[in-house]
């Protein structure tokens, strides 16, 4: 099992390389066994059986770094064609840049101003005035990543937040000294009613080998499964549950704990942000029932369930 485990490891980790590093793997490792390795064992009998074998499955490493390769190279121009078809459609002349990697303050005055008039006349919701569990859990999704970002602020970091479209691993990036390279990258999950399994904490191991990040942190609003929290044990990983974050925020001196209150628990802190267009969504009906649309429908097609 743990030979396994390291064998997927590699594989994710040039998962997260540029596909012709996999090419370049895929020659390196067929030229060693087919021709490097028999010419240098081939001499001693002893291990001119062992040279003739490796010699004969020259072909299966370099078949698995091929493949990778391929599939790299897929994956990555439909990413960059689904990015571009996204920028494309951004409304309120929102600045790509300023969605991609700008500081926190930016992207909030983006956000901010990004409000559409339907949901600057909704009633704002009672806010909570100390921090709990069913508290954070009521954050809608946009409003928990900023909230995450503000609170490694307050703890020293300064911080970008990043707009992904169709989650690209990446929300947080955390900085120290040199404003260039990331110390270490948060993904947000404000999941309630499932728990984050070890699907999504292996993903950010990958985003971590592909921007070359030697920390993750990984935040949910819920729980982790067993597996994800053997997972993240065995890696440069920090799970933090809704109660373990909640902890977190306690610890912090008071004027700062209560920032981050007034900052979480503004305005309407419940109704969903489209992740596309960085406006409040609105409840539609379907055949499925009630549901969270966008209000630029059918431009932007971005919805989420309408939970109870």
């Given at each position: 099992?743990?030979?396994?485990?390291?064998?997927?490891?590699?594989?994710?980790?040039?998962?997260g390389?540029?596909?012709?590093?996999s090419?370049?793997?895929?020659?390196?490792?067929?030229?060693?066994?087919?021709?490097?390795?028999?010419a240098l064992?081939?001499?001693?009998?002893?291990?001119?059986?062992?040279?003739?074998?490796?010699?004969?499955?020259?072909w299966?490493p370099?078949?698995?770094?091929g493949?990778?390769?391929?599939?790299?190279?897929?994956?990555?121009?439909?990413?960059?064609?689904?990015?571009?078809?996204?920028?494309k459609?951004?409304?309120?002349?929102?600045?790509?840049?300023?969605?991609?990697?700008?500081?926190?303050s930016?992207i909030?005055r983006?956000?901010?101003?990004?409000?559409?008039?339907e949901?600057?006349?909704?009633?704002?919701?009672?806010?909570?005035?100390?921090?709990?569990?069913?508290?954070?859990?009521?954050?809608e999704?946009?409003?928990?990543?900023?909230?995450?970002?503000?609170?490694?602020?307050?703890?020293?970091?300064?911080?970008?937040t990043?707009?992904?479209?169709?989650?690209?691993?990446i929300?947080?990036?955390?900085?120290?000294?040199?404003?260039?390279?990331?110390i270490?990258?948060?993904?947000?999950?404000?999941?309630?009613?499932?728990?984050?399994?070890?699907?999504?904490?292996?993903?950010?191991?990958?985003?971590?080998?592909?921007?070359?990040?030697?920390?993750?942190?990984?935040?949910?609003?819920?729980?982790y499964t067993?597996?994800?929290?053997?997972?993240?044990?065995?890696?440069?990983?920090?799970?933090?549950?809704?109660?373990?974050?909640?902890?977190?925020?306690?610890?912090?001196?008071?004027?700062?704990?209560?920032?981050?209150?007034?900052f979480?628990?503004?305005?309407?802190?419940?109704?969903?942000?489209?992740?596309?267009?960085?406006?409040?969504?609105?409840?539609?009906e379907?055949?499925?029932g009630?549901?969270?649309?966008?209000?630029?429908?059918?431009?932007?097609?971005?919805?989420?369930?309408?939970?109870?």
């Amino acid at each position: 099992m743990a030979r396994r485990r390291k064998d997927v490891g590699l594989v994710e980790v040039f998962m997260g390389l540029p596909w012709w590093a996999s090419a370049v793997a895929a020659g390196v490792s067929f030229a060693g066994m087919r021709w490097i390795a028999p010419a240098l064992l081939g001499n001693t009998p002893l291990l001119a059986a062992f040279a003739g074998a490796i010699k004969s499955i020259a072909w299966l490493p370099s078949l698995i770094f091929g493949l990778v390769a391929v599939i790299v190279f897929l994956r990555d121009r439909f990413v960059k064609r689904d990015s571009a078809t996204s920028e494309k459609k951004t409304l309120w002349k929102i600045e790509p840049s300023a969605l991609t990697a700008a500081p926190l303050s930016q992207i909030e005055r983006t956000w901010a101003e990004a409000r559409s008039a339907e949901s600057a006349n909704m009633p704002t919701t009672q806010a909570y005035d100390n921090w709990t569990l069913e508290a954070l859990r009521s954050l809608e999704w946009k409003r928990f990543e900023l909230l995450c970002a503000r609170y490694y602020e307050a703890v020293g970091f300064k911080t970008q937040t990043i707009r992904c479209g169709a989650d690209g691993g990446i929300d947080v990036k955390l900085f120290k000294t040199d404003p260039s390279h990331p110390i270490a990258i948060v993904q947000c999950k404000a999941w309630n009613t499932s728990s984050v399994g070890v699907k999504e904490v292996r993903e950010l191991l990958g985003v971590m080998a592909h921007e070359k990040v030697s920390r993750g942190i990984f935040v949910t609003t819920g729980t982790y499964t067993r597996d994800a929290v053997a997972f993240g044990a065995e890696n440069p990983i920090q799970l933090l549950d809704g109660a373990a974050f909640i902890e977190k925020i306690h610890a912090l001196p008071n004027e700062r704990k209560q920032a981050l209150l007034r900052f979480a628990f503004e305005g309407d802190f419940r109704t969903p942000t489209c992740p596309s267009c960085g406006i409040k969504m609105v409840k539609r009906e379907g055949t499925r029932g009630a549901f969270w649309g966008c209000t630029h429908y059918p431009k932007c097609r971005s919805s989420f369930q309408l939970k109870p």
